[in-house]
């Protein structure tokens, strides 16, 4: 006779993967057309990796900011059933309020978060072309207090030479886990790189040594952005041998 | 006053032939005395000798206990309320310092003396056991050297730790890092005993191989009457198996009614055969569990156990409930328009979704509130019913999608 019985609960444990996304007005054009391209193409990879992995399901959060923010949804969703709305860019940066409403959501009684126990730290993916227009370390100040963050998996994507890499930085607490793309293709590839890298180790039981998942995760994409044509991680900018082609 | 303890391997360990490094103990002794002990060496290839830690930790506490008892001055405990201690580094984060009494020192000497043997102990196992061949090839150079030169020992060993203890008229708990203890009381009614710590969160936990982990015991007695009828202690495999502390608690209420209904010998077979199961459903972690009880309180309050689990399954159904009915409202709205925006439709797809799985979930709760509902009242228990009822089945609604699975391009079919 089994203890594990109608009457006992076992749920699947989780994993939460954000996605935030600069939406401001120099991301217009190719830029957020790719980006909307590589998330819905990436949304099926993801659940791929969420059916078949037994230690966590993936559910995923967006958030958008321009002048000021907005998440796609008001509550995460399941790989599989979230379904991208393109997103449209104008207006200005406002990275400090998203980081400010991200700390929001980042807990259990008014945000997406649930019990410590059963979940996995979350991954956070930060987007961004440009510079804050807004009191960026205020909203930093506030995300960095916060346990889920510290705890989080943070990787940055730089579109293009103009974005603010020591922000992004900032952001990911080391400038190993910021990547600089310089066109559309490097840029699609690069989201869905971090994106699966990041889902594949954050929603496992185990892990490699003492080896943080963030630093199995950059390791990974560092390993990728060697192969992708445009991309670099942002250590290697000074030596940068790519241009910005967005046409 | 009865006890088990158990830990096995987790689900993960299995994969990567690593081996349980949980600990258990448990025993009644003449004099009176219960005790229960969980000890979860630290995963991770820097611990690589945690399982031994976790091993000593637990003979350690136990000793230590048994001394303590003998040699304290009960009136330190006896007539004492229900007082929770908080760790010392918290209150020095607080700035509230709440250890003023000689019954602080005399366990602030107890958890001294835990850590002094540990660490005696785990010197003593890693002179006499050098470096193994295997433990060479897994463990990077950094830590072989420090290994080897007898720097940062407790590292290799450490582990977290907790441990209940009975006396006739007094109790104590204390816990070090993370995992649960959870205590049920002749109402029924559960908490955890010892105050929580705030700095252990995810795969963090304050340890024995802590610098200051003196610093960070937290701990409860009472001894002025008040007694829990079953305490719970469980790694964190078993806590981040369930999530919510709501299905780790009813999963401990099951067993609880388990002892009554189908005795020591039959549940306790029944928690060796269902922990490993449960590593591979939930957290794929080490498991171990440790309980202390009172076999004459638990039979008294059984029928409250059920009520609790009926009550826990009612709150479950009314939060169903509020969806189904917030989700219906909302398709109903978005059903009384022409839906011509993309955003709308991707709305009411949701909302139908949203319908679907709470009207799933309620399905599954019900069942779970019959069976309850039959155990309380027996065979004639009346089934659960409600307002809101079951899923309609009038008519069917079915969202075809024309393109890519994950594009909001969608047709609306209608199936009469």
């Excluded at chain 1, 126990?117 to 916060?146: Q, R």
């Excluded at chain 2, 794929?284 to 689990?309: G, R, T």
Aim: hydrophobic share 40%; glycine share 6%; net charge negative.
């Amino acid at each position: 006779m089994s203890l594990l019985d109608e009457t006992v609960s076992v749920p699947r444990r989780t994993m939460m993967l954000f996605f935030m996304i600069d939406t401001s007005g120099s991301m217009a054009g190719s830029k957020i057309g790719a980006v909307n391209d590589a998330v819905v193409n990436v949304l099926p990879m993801l659940d791929e990796i969420s059916v078949t992995n037994p230690d966590a399901e993936i559910k995923v959060a967006a958030l958008e900011f321009s002048t000021g923010c907005n998440w796609l949804y008001n509550e995460p969703k399941l790989a599989n059933e979230f379904v991208w709305q393109d997103v449209q860019a104008n207006g200005l940066t406002s990275l400090g309020a998203a980081c400010e409403e991200l700390e929001n959501k980042l807990s259990r009684s008014k945000g997406f978060m649930q019990s410590a126990s059963g979940s996995f730290a979350p991954a956070i993916i930060l987007l961004s072309d440009g510079a804050p227009t807004d009191n960026f370390e205020a909203g930093l100040a506030k995300l960095k207090a916060n346990n889920w963050f510290k705890s989080a998996i943070k990787v940055a994507i730089a579109i293009g030479d103009d974005a603010d890499k020591e922000v992004l930085t900032k952001f990911t607490g080391t400038n190993e886990a910021v990547f600089t793309v310089h066109n559309i293709d490097a840029l699609k590839q690069i989201i869905r790189v971090v994106a699966i890298t990041s889902s594949q180790i954050g929603s496992k039981s185990s892990t490699a040594g003492d080896t943080t998942k963030q630093d199995q995760v950059i390791s990974e994409v560092q390993n990728a952005v060697d192969n992708i044509d445009g991309a670099e991680v942002a250590t290697k900018v000074d030596g940068s041998s790519y241009a910005d082609d967005w046409d | 006053m009865r006890c088990f303890d158990f830990h096995c391997q987790g689900e993960s360990h299995k994969a990567t032939d690593k081996v349980c490094q949980d600990y258990s103990y448990s025993h009644i002794d003449e004099d009176g005395l219960a005790i229960a002990v969980v000890c979860d060496g630290h995963g991770g290839k820097h611990y690589f000798r945690s399982d031994v830690g976790a091993r000593f930790a637990t003979e350690i506490i136990a000793n230590n206990v048994r001394e303590f008892i003998n040699n304290i001055d009960e009136t330190l405990l006896v007539g004492q309320p229900f007082t929770q201690q908080a760790a010392i580094q918290t209150e020095i984060d607080r700035q509230d310092f709440r250890k003023e009494r000689p019954v602080d020192n005399a366990f602030r000497q107890l958890f001294a003396s835990i850590i002094g043997q540990w660490q005696q102990r785990i010197e003593q196992h890693a002179a006499e056991n050098p470096l193994t061949d295997k433990e060479n090839t897994q463990v990077e150079e950094q830590y072989r050297k420090e290994f080897q030169e007898g720097y940062k020992l407790e590292k290799i060993y450490g582990c977290t730790l907790m441990a209940y203890v009975s006396m006739p008229r007094y109790w104590f708990a204390f816990h070090l890092g993370d995992g649960k203890m959870i205590s049920f009381d002749q109402d029924a009614q559960w908490k955890e005993p010892v105050l929580w710590d705030d700095r252990c969160f995810l795969n963090k936990t304050t340890s024995i191989c802590d610098s200051d982990a003196l610093n960070e015991f937290r701990y409860t007695y009472q001894g002025d009457g008040g007694f829990p009828i079953a305490v719970f202690l469980g790694s964190d495999g078993m806590d981040d198996s369930f999530g919510e502390d709501t299905n780790l608690v009813n999963f401990y209420v099951r067993v609880a009614k388990s002892l009554v209904k189908d005795g020591f010998e039959a549940t306790f077979a029944d928690i060796k055969e269902t922990l490993p199961v449960l590593s591979k459903r939930g957290s794929q972690d080490d498991m171990s569990i440790a309980c202390v009880y009172d076999e004459e309180e638990l039979k008294v309050a059984l029928p409250k156990f059920i009520l609790w689990q009926i009550a826990i399954t009612k709150a479950g159904i009314l939060k169903v409930n509020n969806k189904i009915l917030e989700a219906t409202d909302k398709r109903n709205d978005l059903e009384e328009k022409v839906i011509t925006l993309e955003k709308d439709k991707i709305a009411l797809r949701y909302a139908q979704n949203d319908i679907e799985r709470a009207y799933t979930e309620k399905q599954q709760l019900v069942k779970k509130m019959n069976v309850l509902l039959e155990e309380y009242y027996g065979k004639d228990y009346v089934p659960y019913q409600d307002e809101v009822g079951e899923q309609p089945k009038e008519r069917q609604q079915v969202w075809r999608m024309d393109d890519h699975p994950f594009r909001v391009h969608l047709v609306w079919v209608e199936i009469e």
